[in-house]
């Protein structure tokens, strides 16, 4: 992917974006639909947008974080909690776990 500490992956047919972190960032969930944008566009022929079926990798995003701000061991960051004006179930959502790897 180009960027330091970035790790995507396809293993079996599931995608998996890892990433660490060492500072506390809510945008992750936005960054990381970037990511996996990116890297569906280099997946996917772009015949099968127009095909009757669709079969695509189910994707998976990790975050090892490791910075100073408390956080439990295992937390999720949603796309969605940074949506304004936000009524009802979100139409788009991006769920990154986040583990904390300090002691």
């Known amino acids: 992917m180009g960027m330091k500490n970035d790790l995507a992956f396809i293993m079996d047919t599931n995608l998996y974006l ?14 990381d639909l970037f990511y996996i944008s990116n ?3 280099k997946l996917v022929d772009k015949k099968s947008l127009y095909s009757s079926t669709c079969k695509n990798s189910c994707a998976e995003f990790i ?18 909690s940074a949506f304004e004006n936000l009524s009802g179930e979100p ?6 776990t986040v583990l904390n790897v300090n002691e």
């Open 18 to 31: 890892y990433e660490h972190q060492s500072t506390y960032n809510p945008n992750i969930p936005l960054r």
């Open 39 to 41: 890297e569906y566009q």
């Open 63 to 80: 975050e090892f974080y490791n910075g100073s701000t408390i956080l439990s061991d295992c937390t999720e960051l949603k796309l969605s």
């Open 91 to 96: 139409k788009l959502e991006l769920t990154v």
